[in-house]
């Protein structure tokens, strides 16, 4: 396939860009600032995304912003839904929106440390964008688990949609490696069309 992969410097990024090009797929990595080896774009920019959508199979959106830059998402979400047009669009989140197993959203736990409000609050804001999308975009969206590290890449994972895959213990938690597993899966083997869906341990 080709892959167009916006935020692909990032630590999200960088590990799909690695898995797309182990599985031999064609992939246009992007950066907002110039970097060798990349395309300059931002997934802000209709016109950039438009740009570096054309002609490809699937493009992935990767991008965090800067830290009191939070409320970016929302507005980059809906860029990316004009821009791509009939380009499969699939787009790493969030948790905080995700249900725990007490009931309640990730985010409203009581536990939940104030300093991530506002990129919990954000991402929120982001997957409302695709969720009330009236388009015909073929989007995805996908949650990670409560933590999201550096680790082995296994390729073995559970997949769930809007509750937290968690394991015998309670914990939630992947590998950025097989995060991006998963989300190469989704793009070879599309399973959650216009959803959104999380994966874990």
Known sequence: MRITVFGAAGSVGGRVLAEARRRGHEVTPVARSPREGFALGAADDVADVRRLSAGRDVVISATRPPAGRERDLAATAEALLAGVGATRLLVVGGASSLRTPNGVLVQQEPDFPPELRPIALACTAQLEVFLR?????????????AELVPGPRTGRYR???????????????????????????????????????TVGY
Not at 133 to 145: A, G, I, K, Q
Not at 166 to 182: H, P, T
């Open 159 to 197: 997949s769930g949609r809007d509750d937290l895959v968690v394991d015998a213990g309670g914990r939630s938690s992947i590998s950025l490696e097989d995060l991006a597993v998963a989300l190469l899966d989704e793009a070879e083997r599309p399973r959650h069309r216009r959803a959104r869906f």
């Open 133 to 145: 999308d009236e388009s015909d975009v073929d989007w995805t969206y996908l949650s990670p688990p």
